[in-house]
Structure formats: structure tokens, C-alpha cells
């Protein structure tokens, strides 16, 4: 009877995400047919507008799953979107009626960008900097990197037929799925994600199993730059604009995807498909709020309340795991 009792909150506690999805899609519908006799679900432009919104967060917090699940953390991934933003912007002003020059500006953005990448991963992995401070000074540094790339201005526009064509209706939601459907193979199927699980879950075990830790922490640092960069180039596709700190109200949304989804700080817990669910409710959050016309202030403090309960939930299940 205990043994039921416990499988069933573990498996509650387990799939709390889904579930409080469901709650919040189910609330705002009822909201929109109550107040306004219309539909929050059934709607084309709602559904694209939640899948746009949660697309660049999601893009930051892709690359954040590996990283957390070694037991890391980068901070530094919000301003390395806004480097991005901006670069992918300058260098796409050298022949703005061309669509192919993306076939130069795009591969050089993510170049530059994973240089961030490649110091946080040396100086976490290398010179055993905790990853908090490693990646807090990385920060500081690709944010003044990003404001000098922009020039006297903080917005640098562009107008590419490329570009714009990149961040037009559902493109940039159908090229984040096609990410996330890669990474969750990666992360699930493949040697590469039983290493970093394996590093999250226990980094003296790993070494001993032979694992070389240190340059796959390199390897996922890189990866958590690159993802930062495709943001910032999704982000000057949709709105035709590099901003220098476009990525920053987005740092904490990604983190939060990632914990919400069920991923620990500690590591060695999380996937992609709950960073994916994770995304949504905060996406499901911001725009449902909005829609039935609340405070858009109001979302900060209800994603900030499921980040708590996301992390009471997390404590819950390790006492259920002593419990069993």
C-alpha cells in the first residue's frame, strides 16, 4: 500500500509539468469563452504567437539543458544572443538586396559567438572556475562586446530578403523543433548524452570511467554558444534588428525552461522535452496573460511562483527517492 501511494506521487511529481500546462491552457480558455466568447486554443495566431514566443528562449535553453545537467550553469548566453543579434545585423549590411550573403554573415556569427563559448568551457573546465563566476564575467564581457559591435546605436536594422524570409511566420518555430528533435537525439541516444549525464550525476565517477571531462564540458559550453548565436540570428530575422542586449530578459526564461522541465541544479537529472514544456508554460504564461488582458507585469511574478514550486517539487522527489 505505501509502495502504490509512493509510485503514484513520484509519477505525479514527474509529470507536474504536463499537467499544470494543461491547467493554464484549459484556464485561459475558459477566461477567453467566458469574457469574450472566444477561443485562446482554437486560434491560428494565438497558437503562432505562443509557438514565436517560446521559439528563442527555447533556443537559449536547448544549449542550458547540457550545461545544467553537467551541474553548470551560463549566464552568459542572453548578451552572447545579443552579440549574435548584432553581428549577424553588420555583416548582412554589406549586400543587403542579396539573400546569399547569409551564406557568409550566418557561419561567421556563430564563429564569433562560440569564442564566449570556448573561454567559458577553458576557464570552467581547464581552471576550475565555478561556473557561476566563469560565465557571470563572460557576461559582462559580451554584453560591452555586443554594445561596441552596434556602434553609437543600441539597434543596428536590416533589411535582407533572406533574413526576413527566416523570421516570417512559422519558419523560426519549425527550425527550433528541427534543433530540439536533433538535441533530444543527442542527449537520449547517443554516447555524448550518456557522458553528460554522467558528469552531472557524479563528475569523480565519470573520470574513472574513463570519460574525458574536461573537454566535454569544453564540447558543452560550445554547444550552449552556439545556441545562444542561432538565437541572436532568429531574433534580427523576426525584427529585422540586431539589439545588443536582445537576449537579455531571455537569460532567466531559459534557465527557468530547463528547471521547470524538470531538470535539477545539480545535475544529472533533466531532457530536452521538458525543457520543451517548460518553455511553453512560460510562453503560455506571458501571451495568455496578455490575451485576457492582465497586467503583463503579472507574468513575472506567476513564472517566478512556478520556479519555486518547480524547485520545491524537485526537493519532493529526491525525499520520495530516500522514502523508496
Not at 558528469?199 to 558543452?220: D, E, F, T, W
Not at 527557468?256 to 535539477?264: E, K, L, P, R
Amino acid at each position: 500500500m505505501a509502495h502504490s501511494r509512493l509510485d503514484r506521487l513520484e509519477l505525479l511529481s514527474r509529470f507536474w509539468p504536463w499537467l499544470f500546462l494543461c491547467v493554464l491552457l484549459v484556464f485561459f480558455e475558459t477566461c477567453a469563452q467566458v469574457s469574450d466568447h472566444r477561443s485562446f486554443l482554437l486560434n491560428a495566431y494565438n497558437l503562432q504567437s505562443i509557438g514565436l514566443a517560446a521559439a528563442a528562449p527555447l533556443l537559449l535553453a536547448l544549449g542550458q539543458t547540457f550545461v545544467i545537467i553537467t551541474a553548470g550553469i551560463d549566464l552568459s548566453v542572453g548578451f552572447v544572443m545579443g552579440l549574435a543579434a548584432v553581428c549577424v545585423a553588420q555583416s548582412t549590411l554589406a549586400s543587403e538586396a542579396s539573400p546569399w550573403i547569409l551564406l557568409f554573415s550566418i557561419p561567421l556569427t556563430i564563429l564569433v559567438c562560440l569564442i564566449p563559448g570556448f573561454v567559458n568551457g577553458l576557464l570552467i573546465a581547464r581552471l576550475g572556475v565555478p561556473a557561476f563566476i566563469g560565465t557571470l564575467g563572460m557576461y559582462g564581457v559580451a554584453r560591452g562586446a555586443g554594445f561596441l559591435a552596434a556602434g553609437s546605436g543600441m539597434t543596428v536594422s536590416v533589411n535582407n530578403p533572406g533574413l526576413a524570409w527566416l523570421g516570417t511566420g512559422w519558419t523560426p518555430v519549425v527550425l527550433t523543433v528541427v534543433l530540439l528533435i536533433v538535441m533530444h537525439f543527442i542527449l537520449s541516444k547517443t554516447r555524448f548524452g550518456q557522458y553528460t549525464y554522467a558528469i552531472g550525476g557524479n563528475p569523480q565517477s565519470a573520470i574513472r570511467a574513463g570519460i574525458n571531462v574536461r573537454r566535454h564540458l569544453m564540447i558543452v559550453y560550445l554547444i550552449a554558444a552556439a545556441f545562444a548565436a542561432i538565437g541572436g540570428i532568429v531574433y534580427t530575422a523576426r525584427f529585422a534588428a540586431g539589439v545588443a542586449n536582445a537576449g537579455e530578459p531571455m537569460l532567466l526564461d531559459s534557465i527557468a525552461a530547463v528547471v521547470i522541465g524538470g531538470a535539477s541544479l545539480f545535475g544529472g537529472t533533466g531532457n530536452v522535452i521538458g525543457t520543451l514544456i517548460g518553455a511553453l508554460i512560460i510562453a503560455v504564461i506571458q501571451f495568455g496573460l496578455v490575451f485576457i488582458d492582465v497586467n503583463a507585469f503579472w507574468q513575472f511574478i506567476v513564472v517566478g511562483i512556478v520556479i519555486i514550486l518547480s524547485v520545491l517539487i524537485d526537493q519532493y522527489k529526491d525525499r520520495l527517492g530516500d522514502a523508496r
